[in-house]
């Protein structure tokens, strides 16, 4: 496995058909948590620089167009609505995309995670990229059919990833030392260490305000 650290300058993160209809089917993650991973994801991509590709089928098929909470969370980023099935480096457009980003690491994310993102990666591999999935960030019809995929995918060297590890590791990038966007981020997609934190500072604030003991 490559010790570089995954940097926005060298990683492109792929999302891969997070088409409404398909959420409805989804039975091996959560889906607000699912939801809140995704947009999480797109928003590390977003906000740190990072190469970013987005593509689904097509919006009139049954499964129709992307999350909205994605929509929103992506812009005026293009979405490359493919007609191929499975493998999205079938898709010409789609390949021009990733290429055009000139990153060799690719991170994916998408559903469902034995269809699509399985083969999606495994295009990524043949075709000389190193593959990342996002595993936090898909999700399928089963925790077996999830769990599965992810162990194929592992045996071809795909390595797995979560998402906030991924903005941990954009954050190291030296030009972010003191940004505030990992804050940012977790404001929005991590509840819980944000109340985390703010105990710990209503403790030191109630620490100071207490009155010295005699």
């Not at 590709?53 to 098929?61: F, L, P």
């Not at 991170?107 to 699509?116: E, K, Q, R, V, Y």
């Not at 990038?173 to 105990?199: C, N, V, Y």
């Amino acid at each position: 496995m490559n010790l570089t650290p995954l940097s926005p300058d060298n990683a492109t993160v792929v999302l891969v058909d997070y088409a409404v209809g398909f959420a409805t089917l989804l039975r091996s993650h959560d889906l607000r948590e699912h939801i809140n991973n995704t947009v999480g994801l797109a928003k590390t991509a977003k906000l740190y620089g990072a190469g970013l590709v987005v593509t689904n089928g097509e919006a009139s098929k049954p499964s129709g167009p992307l999350y909205p909470e994605l929509l929103a969370a992506i812009g005026d980023q293009p979405v490359i609505e493919r007609s191929t099935a499975f493998n999205s480096f079938l898709d010409p457009a789609f390949t021009a995309a990733v290429e055009a980003t000139g990153r060799r690491r690719l991170l994916i994310g998408g559903i469902a995670t034995d269809g699509c993102v399985l083969q999606t990666a495994l295009g990524a591999v043949r075709a000389g990229y190193e593959t990342y999935v996002v595993v936090d960030a898909t999700a399928s019809t089963s925790k077996e059919a999830h769990d599965m995929a992810i162990q194929r995918m592992l045996m071809a060297g795909i390595v797995p990833v979560t998402w906030w590890s991924v903005a941990a590791e954009f954050q190291l990038e030296p030009r972010f030392a003191d940004s505030p966007i990992r804050t940012q981020l977790m404001s929005e997609f991590q509840p819980a260490m944000t109340m985390g934190g703010r105990t710990f500072f209503a403790g030191v604030t109630q620490g100071r305000l207490a009155p010295a003991s005699a």
